[in-house]
């Protein structure tokens, strides 16, 4: 694109003063007409070394002169230019022909440059598609042996050119949800009759149409062309910010929490911190404390219970509805007493600038509480962290307090974290924590079932089993006429009434889908073959009851569990 630019400025550049040196060469050479598409035409001819009254020699116009020798420079430079195009475009299409089971990402940007990269260094070809690629992008993927290409990745000639068919993953990460959306569609067109299905990532950052196409999603999954998984940056972000930080809701009593800054990510943080929080609450019956800063604090706030009715069950809130800058013109009181200062503070504002001045704001009035503040960036969180790390303790005045910067944009672009699938896994770790708590009540223990133990010590093919549980409610509810949808009425009070015939119907239905999962991963009933067995792989008839209790345990508590995650059941009108 600059080269194009700069080519045209070039090429008008020489056509003017080839235009006002003809003008007053012709004025000596009355031999050659003066008139105006003359000179056009004169003119046009410089651009290929055949101007017919030049072609004498003599003494030219300075105008003249230099415009004869930009011309052609400027021509035989973009035919160059064209052709190494051409040629590019020709080798990566010889590239690509050779891919199998490549990633394809969708849109170049941060994120997208990150993740490719990333793809890149495990091992997986990786074909980029951007729209306007720049040159540190054309750059960047050169160096990293990606292959580059130039379109709109949601037409079929782009994806058909990334041999879409052939691929085993693709990566929706442009900035505009509805592309995203789009690129998906074309892409389950084009995989209709694939042998093994495509995986689809598709980025969704407006919490509303992410809830309503997960919910689409989870009650008809898409069908054996293409595996759907919708994720957001931010709760991406949140999930590994609260990993890496365990000791974020303190070791037993409630801590104090300030969040300020209100955007997806805050939001995103605010949810996943009071899911973590009510299993604490279940034992210590002890509120958890948020402050929020945000302008619409109490508004987003209003917001957010209604989706998630078990806020307000958990949480205590207070709001300072100002923007979250007004903490660096604060003087000590004005925010909250020193007595009252949070135990642990969040910044998620979009500007990493002025995120950090209020962070370091934000430290000095805590006075002598300890305190620890975790500011959100888009990039350089390492760098930043050590700039910080190396700062005297005590330099605000509060010994043990310090300030951490984490890098949202990067960690949220791992390929692991992506395909893990945000909605998807906040419904298996609750249908996981259901089945700790229905085990551990019938007398079962963690030295006979190596599933009892905490979602992060779980083994993967565990984790795996949960997720595909999730997947197949959909299914399930249909079974009863019921369908899955986001619950965007504000009702939090919203119960489903399941019907005993119901249950049972959806339990068995549940024994079904597992005994055909397991028995499809090489287990058998009764006798051990390769160590593979389980007791419970028997027609629900044959079915222990204390097994047939699990499964009815697991359909009485969805309703609430989906409700935790957003959604809600709704009887079709028969």
Not at 447 to 464: G, I, K
Request: neutral net charge.
């Amino acid at each position: 694109m600059a080269k194009s630019i700069t080519y045209g400025i070039l090429a008008g550049i020489a056509f003017l003063l080839g235009y006002i040196g003809l003008a007053d060469y012709l004025q000596r050479t009355p031999e050659y007409h003066r008139g105006f598409w003359d000179l056009i035409y004169y003119d046009l001819q410089l651009f290929v070394l055949s101007s017919e009254p030049l072609k004498n020699g003599g003494a030219f116009p300075a105008a003249l002169q230099i415009a004869r020798f930009i011309a052609p420079g400027v021509a035989a430079s973009a035919l160059v230019s064209a052709i190494t195009t051409l040629l590019n475009a020709k080798r990566e299409d010889f590239l690509i022909r050779r891919y199998r089971e490549h990633a394809i990402v969708c849109g170049g940007g941060t994120r997208g440059a990150l993740l490719a990269t990333r793809l890149r260094e495990s091992g997986t070809k990786v074909v980029l598609i951007d729209l306007a690629p720049s040159a540190d992008l054309t750059n960047m993927c050169r160096a990293a042996g990606i292959t580059l290409l130039q379109g709109d990745a949601a037409s079929d000639k782009s994806l058909l050119r990334a041999a879409i068919r052939r691929a085993s993953t693709l990566y929706a990460l442009t900035p505009r949800n509805l592309t995203n959306t789009a690129i998906v569609i074309v892409a389950h067109r084009l995989s209709a009759h694939r042998a093994r299905p495509l995986s689809c990532y598709v980025s969704i950052n407006d919490r509303g149409l992410r809830a309503a196409l997960s919910a689409q999603y989870l009650a008809s999954p898409t069908g054996p062309g293409i595996e759907l998984g919708l994720f957001s940056a931010a709760e991406i972000g949140v999930h590994i910010l609260l990993g890496q930080n365990p000791s974020s809701l303190g070791g037993g009593s409630p801590p104090r929490i300030l969040v300020a800054g209100l955007d997806d990510f805050g939001q995103s943080l605010v949810l996943e911190l009071a899911r973590r929080w009510r299993s604490r609450f279940r034992l210590l019956n002890e509120r958890l404390g948020l402050v929020l800063v945000d302008r619409d604090a109490p508004m987003v706030w209003q917001r957010l219970i209604g989706q998630y009715g078990f806020l307000d069950d958990v949480c205590d809130v207070g709001f300072i509805s100002e923007d979250p800058d007004v903490i660096t013109a604060a003087p000590n009181g004005r925010i909250f007493e020193p007595a009252r200062a949070p135990d642990r503070s969040f910044i998620s504002i979009a500007d990493g600038d002025k995120a950090l001045t209020i962070g370091l704001a934000l430290l000095r009035l805590c006075g002598d509480r300890r305190t620890h503040v975790t500011v959100r960036v888009e990039t350089h969180g390492a760098e930043l962290n050590q700039a910080f790390r190396d700062l005297p303790d005590g330099l605000f005045g509060n010994t043990g307090s310090c300030l951490s910067v984490f890098a949202s944009t990067e960690a949220a672009c791992e390929p692991v974290t992506i395909r893990s699938g945000i909605a998807t896994e906040a419904i298996a770790r609750s249908l996981h924590d259901r089945y700790v708590e229905t085990c551990l009540a019938q007398g079962d223990s963690s030295r006979t079932n190596r599933a009892l133990v905490p979602w992060e010590d779980l083994p993967e093919e565990f984790r795996e089993a949960n997720r595909r549980q999730v997947h197949h409610i959909g299914q399930k509810l249909a079974f009863i006429g019921c369908c899955l949808v986001p619950n965007f009425a504000g009702n939090h009070a919203f119960t489903f009434d399941m019907q005993p015939d119901e249950v049972e119907q959806l339990a068995r239905a549940e024994h079904v889908r597992w005994a055909s999962e397991r028995i499809s991963a090489g287990f058998v009933h009764g006798l051990r073959r390769e160590g593979r067995f389980h007791p419970d792989l028997v027609d629900w008839g044959e079915l222990s009851e204390m097994a047939r209790d699990k499964d009815r345990c697991f359909i009485q508590a969805l309703p609430e569990i989906l409700a935790d995650a957003g959604f809600q059941i709704v009887r079709l009108p028969t």
